[in-house]
């Protein structure tokens, strides 16, 4: 499933740059992530860079938009090749 920024996003800056796909960019407020190329960072790391950077955890699974770790790597390929 792809992931979520809360309200609770300070627009720290750190995740843009941690995000392997270009997934995350700023909205109106605070930063978003575009469900289209957020993989979790399958393919690329063990567990998602930006949950990891967070500093105040704000990043959580999108529950609308629910994948298995197989959709999440196809789309990885997809991007990717």
């Given at each position: 499933?792809?992931?979520?920024?809360?309200?609770?996003c300070i627009n720290c800056d750190i995740c843009?740059?941690?995000c392997p796909n270009q997934a995350i960019s700023m909205?109106?407020?605070?930063?978003?992530?575009?469900?289209?190329?957020c993989?979790?960072?399958?393919?690329?790391y063990d567990e998602p860079q930006c949950v990891a950077c967070c500093p105040v955890d704000c990043i959580e699974p999108d529950p609308i938009h629910k994948e298995t770790q197989e959709q999440l790597y196809d789309k990885f390929l997809a991007l990717h090749s």
């Open positions: 499933m792809a992931l979520l920024i809360t309200q609770e843009p740059m941690e909205g109106a407020d605070i930063y978003q992530i575009d469900v289209n190329r993989t979790e960072c399958v393919g690329h």
